[in-house]
């Protein structure tokens, strides 16, 4: 039993040892043995699949994604040229993402567990329903960045975790975020209006 709990508690400090530890020097750990991918697998794997979850709608259609992800980078580690890896890692969760989409016809789902209350009537069902499409209809038509930087927001990426993504500046992933928000509203708002 004690060998058990030595193990968790080396498990830990490991764990929290790779959180102090700069993506690049767990990348350069992870091309001279892979098993040191697990660090940066374990970093990354909540906000990837909050990415593609936010995008793809769908808890199954996220965990595939999610797998899919970190496959590719894993199996693209020799080809890794540097510089920020959350950046890279979202590019591939993004290419995948559009691939998945790309392949699946279009369709408006939601889960009952995305409703607030978990009983309503039917026709609270179907306002909440039709609000949820006029929000992704919305989002469809903004720009490609400003869309993205919603996305990452609402899939709990900090400012900081989507500037480092984008490789922008803070600032601009603030402006970016400002403007989304105006258009949203433009969007929303005025197709009430019509």
């Known amino acids: 039993m004690l060998f058990l709990f030595g193990l968790a508690s080396r498990r830990r400090a490991e764990v929290a040892a790779s ?8 990348m350069r750990a992870a091309l001279a043995d892979p098993l040191a991918f697990t660090r940066l697998y374990d970093r990354y794997l909540e906000p990837i699949y909050s990415y593609c979850y936010v995008r793809l709608n769908s808890r199954e259609a996220a965990e595939d994604a999610s797998s899919e992800v970190f496959l590719k ?4 580690l020799g080809s890794y040229r540097g510089g920020m890896f959350a950046a890279w890692l979202f590019r591939i969760a993004h290419n995948v993402v559009i691939n998945l989409q790309t ?3 279009p ?18 069902t179907i ?4 609000e ?6 919305a989002l469809a038509q903004l720009p490609d960045e400003q869309r993205t930087v919603l996305e990452l927001q609402c899939a709990g ?16 992933i603030r402006m970016l975020r400002h403007r989304a928000v105006e258009r ?6 005025g197709s009430e209006m019509a």
């Open 19 to 26: 959180e102090e530890q700069p993506d690049e020097e767990l």
């Open 73 to 76: 980078a894993f199996t693209a």
């Open 103 to 105: 392949r699946q016809r």
């Open 107 to 124: 369709h408006a789902s939601f889960e009952m567990s995305e409703l607030a209350d978990p009983s309503p009537s039917m026709e609270e």
């Open 127 to 130: 306002i909440i329903a039709s």
């Open 132 to 137: 949820l499409e006029d929000l992704r209809v």
């Open 157 to 172: 990426w900090s400012g900081a975790q989507i500037s480092e993504a984008l490789d922008k500046s803070a600032p601009a």
């Open 184 to 189: 949203l509203k433009q969007l929303i708002l």
